[in-house]
């Protein structure tokens, strides 16, 4: 079935500093959510994008919807410990079922203190 | 409200054992979802149903049945448990189609031996 490139798949970084990941797909979507997983528990939705070129921010949070249809990506400013976890981009394909969603594999975020 | 609400959090299955994953959602949502996650992998759909006696397959539905007697239960079957079905099970659910947010459970963790 359609994948979606989600890079990177993992990032250590320091307290303080900015971070930027992305998702491609070879097909074109019309919505691209952005989540974020914390350990043992289920993915929280932390943006969703419905347009092409729309720019959502959910406080530090900045994630774009791209031209294209093929792409999004998700940029965290001044990262704090809390933000550790694994994001998940998930898209809905042009002319897909009804409701589902396609996932990437996720970046897991490593916050050093 | 509770949400979405999964019961067992964690279960040990012998080969060939069966069990029943149950997901509850009180938001009144018509679409719900099961998903796998398998490790360093995105979600995986399983089967999903868009109201009650409506279900339909994902992309890995086999060695797994479901049913959707009411709008608030979606139990996912397992008949014969193999160690390959060992993952993480999340179950979801959204209003409808316009509304494509999913909110997921806390997952019930499996492992099959």
């Known amino acids: 079935g359609q994948q979606l490139n989600q890079s990177p798949q993992s990032m250590f970084i320091q307290e303080g500093e900015d971070v930027s990941m992305n998702c491609t797909s070879s097909?074109?979507?019309?919505?691209w959510l952005w989540y974020k997983q914390d350990p043992g528990e289920g993915p929280v939705l932390l943006i969703a994008?419905?347009?092409?070129?729309e720019l959502t921010s959910n406080g530090r949070l900045t994630a774009q919807f791209g031209i294209t249809r093929k792409d999004s990506f998700l940029n965290i400013s001044a990262s704090i410990p809390s933000d550790v976890g694994i994001y998940f981009c998930?898209?809905?394909?042009?002319?897909?079922?009804?409701?589902?969603?396609?996932f990437g594999k996720g970046t897991k975020l490593s916050v050093k203190p | 409200n509770a949400g979405v609400t999964q019961t067992p959090k964690f279960r040990i299955l012998k080969i060939g054992q069966s069990m029943t994953l149950q997901c509850a959602q009180d938001?009144?949502?018509?679409?719900m979802y099961w998903y796998r996650q398998d490790p360093g992998m995105g979600l995986k759909l399983i089967y999903y149903s868009v109201g009650a006696g409506i279900t339909d397959k994902g992309e890995v539905p086999n060695g797994y049945n479901v049913s959707r007697s009411t709008t608030e239960y979606f139990p996912l079957r397992l008949e014969l448990a193999a160690p390959s079905q060992t993952s993480v099970y999340f179950c979801?659910?959204?209003?409808?189609?316009?509304?494509?947010?999913?909110?997921f459970g806390p997952g019930t963790r499996l492992t099959v031996l």
């Open positions: 994008l419905y347009k092409a070129g």
């Open positions: 998930a898209g809905r394909e042009n002319g897909g079922s009804q409701g589902n969603l396609i």
């Open positions: 097909s074109m979507f019309n919505t």
């Open positions: 938001m009144n949502h018509n679409y």
């Open positions: 979801a659910s959204s209003y409808g189609l316009l509304d494509i947010e999913q909110f």
